[in-house]
């Protein structure tokens, strides 16, 4: 680990202007590429002390032992000559592109004396005029086969081209009117590409020129009762619709855009672009993205252009493009996109609109992609396996914690605070041992105090549990150690404690590894409870989310895991599946509590009849007034219900009277029963 000090210029060296920057290790191999609109700012920020960093920018400038820079006259010329060194030399702590797969692009080869369709993957070539991507290559040949009837371009391999040209044999479609099979001289090479230019045309956005000149040559054949000719071009023209059925109208007809939308969490981010030509969605893609680097949703932005449009020129860079956040220099970006296509090219986030509704359709696409490639990559038992060593090892724990058990608190501003409990058995989500617990050991806000609460009354159940069975051992407890509880004595506050038949459900399986979601204060809580019970072969860690640190007790200093680390990546997981069952069992018990009636304490008193009572006399304040035999006079209430509603609303706290602030007097509740 180097010293960055060690290799630091000297004041005055650096140049204040726009220029790229390249961190190199000791073996010069090139770790790390950046820009800037001033060298000499931008790289006094990573000379710091070193306990400001960002851990991912501390691991980076430790790990290097030089640094260079170039100047570059323009922050354009900045972001090319960055694409540039980024491709080349593919930096371990730049952001990383992971394409899910090759897309397949229609692609007419323009270069070539007869064009060609065909389906092409991988990288472009010059002079072959691409559309797409698609997500399947039979949803171009879908495609494909329906334009062929109005524009019959050649489809066939080289090989079987010149094959028809030396027996002078066309091949099937060039029989059956889906090729104008120039292989054998039907058509003559000029003939045949003006065929692909007006395909390509029609594949490019311009639909409505094509349409309209076969419906008139259909109509003139028809009075002219040329009615086969008329038949085929109708049939030509249905041809054209169900093509271009295939893609999706979303915007305006003239509107040629590229919407990006990204789903991210602290290691990994989804990019999807959906690929708008003349209204309709021509394509989509996407990709998983290494947040290798510190870096926010601006940069990823940014990162991803760079990735989309590096090697692109003309029609293929959009007229516009929409993004979820403008990168860190919005025009310089406009400008390299521009330069790129030839013309201006609007960069910006949509505001309104449909364009709006679509980048949310997008943004959906990119969430779903980041939880699918999770997915994919907490299923794979190698991938599993790996991850509890890592942990094992970076805890200094005996063996790999099979089961793992997270913790988390949510509240509202100190209202409604429950816990969760997740499980992880072989690094695997085990829903069916979830537990949700309702803090009442006190009122208010104090998650480190919870945590304790909650630690303690999920293994005083381990406890009562191991003493049911007969698993429990006389043996002395240690100093200060609380008794082992009497296995009657419930933990009322849990949350689907019981069985069917009323018995608590067992907490009988310890984990080997406790993880709760916060730093020192939280994992000291949690200790602090296990010692308490006298339990001391369960291991404990915290994960705290703004840095992704791993906290043991009584350690001043975290463990910091490797970006790339499986088993990092595992507890990030675990933690944020603690903290998705306890935000929406927090938010479900604020809405039920929101909900609330004074009639909910009326025991037998069903929701029928609740509803019955407030139709009758319109608000529960009303129905407070009413008399017992008022009460009666309602269906399906009889007297001993109404007295026990009587009793009910009788002993609730009459709520203290709204005031208004301006002019101080006090607003009375209409008959509705809510404030005016």
């Known amino acids: 680990m180097a010293d960055p000090s060690s290799y630091r210029p000297k004041p005055g060296q650096i140049p204040d202007s726009p220029g790229v920057y390249r961190f190199r290790d000791e073996h010069r191999r090139v770790i790390y590429v950046g820009k800037a609109k001033s060298l000499r700012q931008r790289l006094a920020n990573y000379f710091q002390d070193l306990a400001n960093l960002h851990p991912r920018t501390r691991t980076m400038v430790t790990t290097a032992a030089s640094v260079e820079w170039t100047v570059v006259a323009t922050e354009v010329e900045a972001l090319q000559l960055e694409y540039s060194w980024i491709k080349e030399y593919d930096p371990r702590f730049n952001v990383k592109y992971r394409d899910d797969k090759s897309y397949p692009y229609l692609a007419v080869t323009l270069n070539e004396e007869f064009p060609r369709v065909q389906v092409m993957r991988g990288a472009k070539k010059k002079g072959v005029r691409y559309f797409g991507p698609y997500g399947h290559a039979w949803a171009i040949r879908e495609t494909v086969d329906l334009m062929l009837r109005v524009f019959p371009v050649r489809t066939c391999s080289a090989g079987v081209f010149k094959n028809a040209a030396r027996t002078g044999r066309p091949c099937l479609l060039g029989y059956i009117g889906k090729c104008s099979a120039p292989c054998v001289g039907r058509v003559t090479p000029e003939e045949h590409r003006e065929l692909a230019d007006d395909f390509c045309d029609f594949m490019a956005g311009r639909t409505g020129t094509y349409i309209r000149r076969l419906e008139k040559d259909m109509m003139a054949a028809a009075e002219e009762m040329e009615y086969e000719r008329a038949a085929r ?356 018990k604020r809405a039920k509590r929101i909900r609330s009636s004074p009639l909910d304490a009326v025991a037998g008193l069903g929701e029928t009849r609740k509803q019955a009572l407030i139709k009758h006399f319109g608000s529960v304040k009303k129905l407070k007034q009413a008399t017992i035999d008022e009460i009666c006079e309602v269906p399906g209430i009889g007297r001993r219900t109404a007295e026990s509603v009587a009793v009910a609303l009788a002993s609730t706290t009459p709520a203290a009277p709204a005031v208004n602030t301006a002019t101080g007097e006090i607003i009375e509740e209409d008959d509705g029963g809510s404030a005016t």
């Open 233 to 588: 071009l109708r049939d030509d023209v249905e041809a054209l619709k169900r093509a271009m059925e295939k893609s999706a109208v979303v915007l305006a007809d003239a509107t040629d855009a590229d919407l990006i939308a990204l789903a991210e969490d602290e290691l990994e981010a989804a990019v999807q672009i959906f690929h708008v030509r003349g209204g309709r969605v021509r394509g989509q893609r996407g990709w998983v993205t290494d947040k290798v680097e510190a870096v926010d949703t601006s940069d990823l932005v940014e990162h991803a252009l760079q990735q989309l449009y590096g090697e692109e020129t003309g029609d293929s860079v959009p007229k516009e493009v929409l993004v979820p956040a403008l990168p860190e220099d919005p025009e310089a970006v406009s400008q390299w996109l521009a330069d790129r296509r030839g013309s201006q090219v609007s960069l910006r986030i949509p505001q309104r609109g449909d364009k709006k509704d679509l980048m949310v359709t997008v943004q959906r696409n990119a969430q779903q992609a980041l939880g699918l490639h999770k997915t994919k990559r907490a299923s794979d038992l190698t991938t599993r396996s790996r991850a509890l060593e890592e942990i094992a090892e970076a805890l200094g724990l005996d063996s790999a914690p099979l089961r793992i058990e997270c913790f988390d608190i949510s509240h509202l501003q100190g209202d409604d605070v429950v816990a969760s409990m997740v499980v992880f058995e072989d690094g695997l989500a085990r829903k069916s041992e979830y537990r949700r617990f309702q803090i009442k050991g006190f009122e208010g806000q104090d998650d480190v105090r919870s945590m304790h609460e909650v630690i303690g009354r999920r293994f005083k159940r381990y406890l009562q549990e191991k003493e049911r069975t007969g698993e429990w051992e006389e043996t002395p407890a240690p100093t200060g150690a609380v008794p082992a509880p009497e296995a009657s004595d419930a933990d009322p506050f849990e949350v689907g404690s019981r069985e069917d038949d009323g018995r608590p459900k067992r907490f009988a399986y310890p984990p080997q590894l406790v993880v709760v979601d916060g730093g020192q204060p939280q994992v000291a809580a949690a200790m602090r409870a296990l010692d308490e019970l006298g339990i001391d072969d369960i291991a404990v860690c915290g994960l705290a989310k703004r840095l992704e640190e791993v906290w043991l007790p009584e350690d001043d200093d975290p463990v910091v895991l490797p970006r790339s680390s499986e088993g990092l990546y595992l507890l990030q997981r675990v933690r944020d599946e603690a903290h998705r069952f306890a935000i929406t069992y927090q938010r479900a």
